[in-house]
Nanobody, 114 residues
Framework: QVQLVESGGGSVQPGGSLRLSCAAS????????MRWFRQVPGIEREFVAS????????VYADSVKGRFTISRDNAKNTVYLQMSNLKPEDTGVYFC???????WGRGTQVIVSS
């Protein structure tokens, strides 16, 4: 059974940084492309970033390019999202996801506000 546990969210001022983590279990993590999404109430969940199994290839939404970095540690079954120069529009609940799977964790809340 796929389990995903996100953590690391919080409240920061614009320009600040946060590092999100997602601990995964229940599948072969090292063979799986992982993704980060975010959601604001009333708006469809939005793709943020993805990373291939070895970390050799990453993809980012245009809105976060140059500010966010996705990475992974296959020994720890964990995927990360380093977020820098945060903007108020980055506010939302962040979720990680296993590609080709509809399993979701509880997410972690990020609030960017002055």
């Amino acid at each position: 059974q796929v389990q995903l546990v996100e953590s690391g969210g919080g409240s920061v001022q614009p320009g600040g940084s946060l590092r999100l983590s997602c601990a995964a279990s229940g599948f072969t993590f090292r063979s799986t492309t992982m993704r980060w999404f975010r959601q604001v109430p009333g708006i469809e969940r939005e793709f943020v970033a993805s990373i291939t199994p070895t970390g050799s290839h990453t993809v980012y939404a245009d809105s976060v390019k140059g500010r966010f970095t996705i990475s992974r540690d296959n020994a720890k079954n964990t995927v990360y999202l380093q977020m820098s120069n945060l903007k108020p529009e980055d506010t939302g609940v962040y979720f990680c996801n296993k590609i080709f799977d509809d399993s979701w964790g509880r997410g972690t809340q990020v609030i960017v506000s002055s």
